[in-house]
């Protein structure tokens, strides 16, 4: 007597990297607030920016996550360069700007009615080059 056993691969599983985004991908998880690899996450989440000062190298990518229940929208108020602003941002979404100009950003959360919505600051610095040490390489000694 032979047992037949079936199975289905790949279905009913959560997708790798799970949520959704408003741009062409959902970007892995990250720890927020942590420059990694040239980017950062900043999670929105009971109408605030998890961290409210940061700062970041020049060319660092900051991706602001939808992490609450209502619609966010991020703006940039003041600061260097070109204004941007996500429109409204649907809950589990994400809305990504790289900053390459060093100075002082303020952003805002539009989406919250009478002007009160959670701001934040991005303070954006040249990328410090590191030295070689002696013998090469950086943080080497002799």
């Not at 289905?8 to 985004?21: F, I, K, Q, T, Y």
């Not at 420059?35 to 920016?49: A, H, L, M, P, S």
């Not at 409204?88 to 002007?115: A, H, M, N, R």
């Not at 934040?120 to 080059?129: A, D, H, L, N, R």
């Amino acid at each position: 007597m032979a047992l037949l056993v079936a199975g289905c691969g790949g279905g009913g599983g959560m997708a790798m990297g799970g949520g959704s985004s408003s741009g062409p991908y959902a970007p892995p998880f990250q720890e927020p607030c942590q420059v990694v690899d040239g980017r950062v996450v900043v999670d929105i989440r009971e109408t605030e920016f998890v961290c409210e000062d940061l700062t970041v190298p020049a060319e660092t990518q900051v991706v602001w996550t939808n992490s609450d229940e209502v619609e966010h929208g991020i703006a940039k108020t003041k600061g260097p360069g070109s204004d941007f602003n996500s429109g409204p941002l649907q809950p589990g979404s994400t809305f990504s700007q790289v900053l390459d100009e060093v100075g002082t950003y303020e952003i805002k959360d539009e989406e919250i009615k009478g002007g009160e919505g959670p701001m934040m600051t991005i303070s954006v610095e040249e990328e410090e080059e590191v030295e070689p040490a002696p013998g090469g390489q950086p943080g080497a000694t002799p």
